[in-house]
């Protein structure tokens, strides 16, 4: 069962370290995409690959999709970012606006924010009503499941920090003209209810962490620990789908 306090926020990494570790794994990373996608090795498919990213907020979620995707040819991958829904989404289903991100075989997607909405902010703020927000878990996971038995591989992180330190981006956001624009009244209104929110974190994750598809909880009190983690994770999980569905992950030396 996945918890807040599985992320060790003391965990740091070393501007020289983190960066070799980074360009190592972007360039695996880049062989693994290819070979996912048809275009390298014998051709094959690989298993539709989509990325879920939810955290706090200034806990550096768009600086790891970033060192994520860069390496990769724009038109092999997909980022899609969620905010609250339009009045026509929300004549349907809550999950339905995400369908269309969702990658096919051979695919990637990146979800900035997802259907997690509906069990934090939606219910941290009373958009959803308690029978809404709970009826969402199982529906979740049982949408999660489906997905995953037609071959969806779904990397799901929650990026984790300390509320000092995310009071401590917060102001620095404010100080640089450059960032300010990222920093809402909404944004300290909800730094305001931590409280509520790690409440609804904590069951959020505790209750949709499965088997196929778990969590992993990053600690990014560090940038540079983070970025390094959800890279390296996404190889991992790359690499075992690749396994199961009877291929061998490309060898890097002799590919590239």
């Given at each position: 069962m996945a918890s807040l306090r599985?992320?060790?926020l003391k965990k740091k990494l070393?501007?020289?370290?983190?960066?070799?570790?980074?360009v190592k794994a972007?360039?695996?990373?880049?062989?693994l995409r290819l070979q996912m996608g048809g275009l390298i090795g014998d051709g094959t498919l690989g298993p539709p690959l989509c990325i879920l990213f939810e955290g706090w907020d200034a806990s550096g979620k768009g600086g790891s999709i970033r060192r994520l995707v860069s390496p990769l040819d724009p038109r092999h991958v997909r980022v899609a970012q969620f905010a609250a829904p339009t009045a026509d989404e929300r004549r349907h289903h809550f999950l339905h606006r995400f369908s269309a991100a969702l990658p096919g075989w051979g695919g990637m997607a990146v979800l900035d924010r997802s259907w997690y909405g509906r069990v934090l902010v939606e219910r941290v703020e009373g958009f959803a009503t308690e029978e809404e927000w709970r009826r969402a878990y199982p529906q979740i996971v049982q949408?999660?499941?489906a997905l995953a038995a037609e071959g969806l591989v779904l990397v799901k992180f929650w990026l984790h920090l300390s509320e000092d330190q995310q009071l401590r981006r917060f102001r620095a956001r404010e100080r640089d003209p450059l960032k300010r624009w990222k920093l809402t009244g909404e944004d300290w209104r909800n730094i305001a209810r931590?409280?509520?929110?790690?409440?609804?974190?904590?069951?959020?994750?505790?209750?949709?962490?499965?088997?196929?598809?778990?969590w992993h909880v990053i600690a990014a009190e560090s940038k540079r620990y983070a970025r390094v983690q959800v890279l390296e994770h996404v190889i991992s999980?790359?690499?075992d789908a690749l396994r199961i569905c009877?291929?061998?992950?490309?060898?890097?030396?002799?590919s590239i």
């Open positions: 599985d992320a060790d070393g501007a020289r370290e983190s960066e070799e570790r980074i972007q360039h695996r990373l880049l062989a949408w999660e499941s931590r409280s509520d929110y790690e409440q609804a974190v904590e069951e959020m994750l505790a209750t949709t962490d499965h088997e196929l598809a778990p999980a790359i690499e009877g291929q061998t992950p490309i060898d890097l030396e002799a």
